[in-house]
């Protein structure tokens, strides 16, 4: 099996891929009116394709929606699941209306990205079949948005929809389902801190609440002794 050299990377390239991870945000607001050029929307793909998978089963597929009239249905669509989803908030009802959730109507590329018919894989993912297929497709929705930003581009993450009448809107095969609406396009500027802080919705927590040691909930730092 052929080795290749693997790239050294620089200290100074190092930092730019944290700089980008951390610049990265789940945008809404787009620059209505704007495209994508298509070398650079098909970098963009390239870069989620080359995401890992468990067992190389690449169970990614991007369905990119051209047709403006199928826009605006799977537009209504997500304004569906955003009423319900209200309504199931309760008391937290009326805020949750005032937020931006989408930015359908205003990003240059709208992207469906679905999880293909199962391939039969069992190569790691005996135990966890269903899981690894979706983390494998997560992965590269992570990569297609750190490359987007990258790129200068804004990318939102939409998940207000009904899996079953979306893949029936698009035609999706038996066993496959949709994951992701995926609104891609300029932006006027980036948000400086997630939505959802800015607006009050939700506070993210420190790294320190999320890192245990040895059992679940310890956060303890573990005391090193001398042997």
Known sequence: MPHHKARHFSPQERDILY?????????RHFTPGKQVD???LTRLLHAAHRAPSVGLMQPWRFIRICDTTLREHIAAQVMTERDATAAALGERSAEFLQL???GIHQCAELLVVALAPDDGTVFGRRTMPGEMA???VACAIQNLWLAARAENLGLGWVSMFDPAALAQLLNMPTGSKPIAILCLGPVDTFYSAPLLEQQAWRQGQSLHELVFHDHWGN???PQHTET
């Open 19 to 27: 700089q980008i991870i951390d610049a990265r945000r789940d945008m």
């Open 38 to 40: 298509e070398s650079t």
């Open 100 to 102: 931006k959730v989408e």
């Open 134 to 136: 979706l983390a494998s």
């Open 219 to 221: 956060t303890a730092l």
